[in-house]
């Protein structure tokens, strides 16, 4: 109902039909549902590009002395099959959940809409890597810079011990 509180409702009308039908809606039918039936009018001229088209089909309507069905116009603007993926290039909706796991998919098929990559309502898997750095002048620091040369000979895990003992003149490295 917050259609028929706005200041600039008139402008949300673009073309007298529009603002014909729901008068006609609001004079026969409740607040409530001449809104949700208006509203979902001015959806349907915006997702189907249809807003001329519709607006002649609403008089058509009105001429004939009935309400504008919501339905019936919804049924009738419809895109063909061949031009589903035309206007919509993303393809539809396969249901996907992943932030619920595994298996928590559920029939969609409605057509897939763009998000914007700061809207709040996205989901946004967040993969977070550690690296952390002993603070300068450490134990850790000061060993590792007496080992570092015999570090660098080093060829692979497995040869560490040995590679590690023969740069270091003969010393054993500590073995957790």
Request: glycine residues 8%; charged residues 25%.
């Amino acid at each position: 109902m917050a259609l028929l509180n706005l200041v600039y409702r008139e402008q949300l009308f673009p073309r007298p039909a529009y603002r014909q039908a729901v008068e006609a809606l609001l004079a026969s039918d409740t607040e409530k549902r001449a809104c949700r039936t208006m509203v979902g009018l001015l959806a349907l001229a915006h997702d189907r590009a249809c807003e001329a088209e519709l607006a002649e089909a609403i008089d058509a309507e009105l001429d004939a002395g009935r309400l504008p069905d919501l339905d019936i116009l919804g049924r009738r603007f419809a895109p063909d099959p061949p031009t589903l993926l035309e206007m919509n290039p993303l393809g539809t909706c396969r249901g996907a959940r992943p932030w619920l796991g595994r298996n928590a998919e559920e029939g969609c098929n409605l057509p897939s809409r763009l998000l914007i990559r700061t809207a709040s309502n996205a989901y946004f898997p967040q993969v977070v890597s550690v690296l952390s750095l002993p603070d300068r002048g450490s134990a850790v620091e000061t060993s590792v810079r007496e080992l570092w040369d015999a570090l660098q000979i080093v060829n692979d895990a497995a040869g560490l011990g040995e590679d590690v003992s023969a740069g270091c003149g003969g010393a054993r490295a500590v073995q957790r």
